[in-house]
């Protein structure tokens, strides 16, 4: 188990627009060039499961997340399945006029990972989930 606190990144577009791509399925979700085979099952009305192949270190693996929304505060996201399963994290979103500020607070678990390599592979994703939504959040405001 790791405890990561990932504090102080920001998108480029108002908590608005962020919130308006996080809740659309066709921009956020082909937004992950890491992800493919994506199904969404929706549980309530804020929560739904997500299963997915996601490329980790090369490699497509197969991860399933339950997902829980609070606009306009935060995602709450729980590993069901795969390489990290158990983990759960929250992200944070905070309005920062025309930008959003996102903080990540998680618990990273996995049944496969060696303990020595998970930080490093949880952080790993974390860049590449941030990198993708950042650079689809500009398009997507572009848009607006």
């Known amino acids: 188990m790791v405890h990561i ?3 102080g990144s920001h ?3 108002p908590i608005e627009t962020v919130w308006a791509f996080l ?3 066709p921009d956020h979700g082909s937004s992950h060039k890491s992800v493919r085979n994506a199904e969404m099952k929706p549980l309530t009305e804020n929560s739904f499961v997500i299963t ?4 980790m270190n090369g490699q497509w693996v197969k991860v399933a997340n339950r997902i ?4 306009p505060l ?5 590993v069901i ?3 990290m399963a158990g983990t759960k994290m929250v992200n944070v979103y905070t309005p920062k006029g025309s930008k959003t500020g996102i903080d990540v607070y998680g618990d990273f ?8 390599q998970l930080e490093h592979a949880a952080r790993a994703n974390l860049e590449t989930v941030f990198n993708e939504d950042s650079a689809a959040i500009r398009e997507f405001a572009s848009k607006r």
């Open 5 to 7: 606190k990932d504090e």
């Open 11 to 13: 998108f480029d577009a």
């Open 23 to 25: 809740q659309s399925p």
């Open 52 to 55: 997915q192949e996601q490329n």
């Open 68 to 71: 829980t929304v609070h606009p």
């Open 74 to 78: 935060a995602l709450v996201i729980e």
């Open 81 to 83: 399945d795969g390489p």
């Open 109 to 116: 678990q996995s049944p496969q990972i060696p303990a020595a």
